[in-house]
């Protein structure tokens, strides 16, 4: 049996409560976003109705294709409850996530939650850099970060309160609007946790500025 860690000591000495977050689990890479956050010691939980937003502290939207995303959030309803959700409560979104939440789409133009004041350009590093592994400053404790981008968008356009916490080329990669945080990067196919623990954080002080009704 191996120690419990501090947290899930305090955990369960009701210290602090649990967090669950759920993964959006249309299509794309939600297995191994589920596994990160469960190595960053939260419960987490596969999204695939909208009916299973209710309940969860935060939620994944991972990188896949954004336009089969569409396709799949385009029945029950899906598309509006999770607009409702994503404004509402924190949310982790990265790339083709990305490509979701954000206001404008370009490149070509499509559907979109408008969520993050940024305008995102599909597919926009040219063919040859269309994917890459690059370690790159943060404004995240503990040095530079590797990122793992596949036919990533570039944020091409960000609002004035959009805080930008990392960039590449000068086009913001990282980026956190009040409880949505935000990468055109893939954090999951990385071992480093950082991205993932800042998301937590942002889900705990959520969890803890709501008045409860227990
Ligand atoms: N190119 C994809 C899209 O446009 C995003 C790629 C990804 O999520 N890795 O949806």
Redesign the pocket.
């Known amino acids: 049996m191996t120690e419990p860690t501090n947290r899930e000591a305090q955990q369960s000495a009701g210290e602090i409560p649990p967090i669950t977050i759920g993964v959006l689990a249309l299509q794309?890479d939600y297995e191994a976003h589920a596994r990160a956050f469960q190595n960053a010691g939260a419960r987490t939980v596969l999204v695939r109705k909208p009916e299973e937003l209710a309940g969860l502290d935060g939620l994944v939207l991972p990188?896949?294709?954004?336009?089969t995303m569409l396709k799949f959030l385009e029945k029950q309803g899906f598309f509006e409850t999770l607009g409702a959700f994503v404004a509402a409560t924190p949310c982790f979104a990265t790339?083709?996530g990305c490509?979701l939440v954000a206001r404008e789409v370009l490149h070509p133009q499509q559907r979109s939650l408008g969520a993050l004041d940024a305008t995102v350009e599909?597919?926009a590093y040219g063919r040859q850099i269309d994917s890459a592994i690059l370690t790159l400053p943060t404004e995240l404790p503990g040095g530079p970060l590797e990122m793992v981008f596949?036919?990533?968008?570039r944020i091409a356009r960000v609002g004035s309160g959009v805080e930008v916490l990392a960039q590449r080329d000068g086009f913001p990669v990282l980026v956190r609007q009040g409880d949505l945080l935000v990468a055109t990067f893939h954090p999951e196919m990385t071992s480093d946790t950082r991205v993932q623990q800042l998301f937590l954080e942002m889900v705990r002080n959520h969890k803890n500025s709501k008045p409860r009704h227990d």
């Open positions: 794309g990188g896949g294709e954004s336009t790339c083709a490509i599909r597919n596949i036919r990533a968008p």
